[in-house]
């Protein structure tokens, strides 16, 4: 029996020498599997950390390489072209990047050449007779002679014939008429702007240095295409003869928006025209306001009016 028991003894123990090393070994992987974890950890942080430091340092590398770039081209079209020159070419280069593209030379091709393309005008909305109308008054102040000269003797040197067609401008040409809901879609703006405070062209200029002025011996203002019909019909309420493209710069008619919702648009505009006052056989007489500013309130579809009534203003300074 005795015997029984030293034979046991030795096997306990190898059993208690087995189970420890397990342990050891155990707690050894624990501790190797959390070193690796925590290198991981640091080098995943040290690597988000690179990233935030490198890329702004590239970005302002690069940067800095366009803006020596552009020095560079600027410097060599200076000493190429000369101040009057550069001028000139910067006058096209719209973009401002001292070069120019088929469209930005598009002016210089059609001076050359004589010959324009065909503009791009886009179709005329087609009025829905059981949509939403609105109607427009006109009002205006006539304007005053005598402010407008220094001379108590009149305007010297001007026939009384000249001054006719001012002389008898003294009340709207059309005091009230009605528009369709739709015909004001020519102010939403387009796809790529929606944003408040985003600015786009409505009738685009076509003035440029090249281009020149447009002439004065007119009387009748050319056929309105696309957008520029509702500028055309708000301004003949006024007088019958607006030339919605001025002979001179600023030209054109922009807009803004100011305010806006999920349904409805504020939109602030300026148109840059003009009416001839005069008709044949008199000589043309001009007149020509700084600008013509307004806004409208209208849905995003212009299918409708606000809740606060379908606004629009317009007015000239």
Request: proline letters at 7%; hydrophobic letters at 35%.
């Amino acid at each position: 029996m005795a015997a029984d028991v030293d034979k046991i003894i030795p096997e306990d123990k190898n059993a208690s020498l087995g189970e420890d090393e397990h342990l050891d070994k155990s707690q050894s992987g624990e501790r190797l599997a959390s070193g690796k974890s925590k290198r991981s950890r640091i080098i995943g942080a040290m690597s988000t950390l690179l990233m935030f430091i490198i890329v702004p340092l590239l970005a302002f590398g690069y940067k800095y390489y366009q803006d020596s770039q552009l020095l560079t081209r600027h410097e060599v079209a200076l000493k190429a072209l000369g101040a009057e020159g550069l001028f000139l070419f910067s006058s096209l280069d719209t973009d401002h990047d001292l070069y120019l593209s088929p469209e930005e030379f598009k002016p210089i091709a059609e001076k050359l050449t004589g010959i324009s393309p065909p503009a791009d005008f886009e179709e005329e909305v087609t009025h829905d007779p059981n949509g939403e109308t609105l109607t427009l008054e006109a009002k205006m102040q006539p304007l005053q002679l005598y402010t407008m000269t220094k001379s108590k003797d009149g305007f010297l040197g001007v026939t009384h014939s000249s001054l006719s067609g001012l002389r008898s401008w003294q009340s709207p040409a059309v005091p009230s008429t009605s528009f369709s809901a739709s015909q004001f879609r020519a102010f939403l703006p387009p796809k790529n702007k929606g944003e408040v405070g985003d600015t786009w062209w409505v009738v685009q200029s076509e003035l440029n240095i090249f281009t020149g002025y447009l002439p004065n011996n007119r009387y009748h203002p050319p056929a309105p295409r696309g957008k520029e019909v509702l500028i055309h019909s708000l301004l003949s309420m006024f007088h019958p003869r607006p030339f919605i493209k001025s002979r001179f710069a600023p030209q054109g008619t922009v807009a803004c928006i100011r305010a806006a919702s999920d349904f409805y648009l504020d939109i602030v505009f300026r148109i840059h025209a003009e009416f001839q006052l005069n008709d044949v056989p008199d000589f043309p007489f001009w007149f020509t306001p700084g600008q013509f500013t307004g806004n409208i309130v209208l849905s995003r579809d212009s299918s409708h009016d606000s809740e606060c009534g379908h606004g629009v203003a317009l007015w000239s300074h």
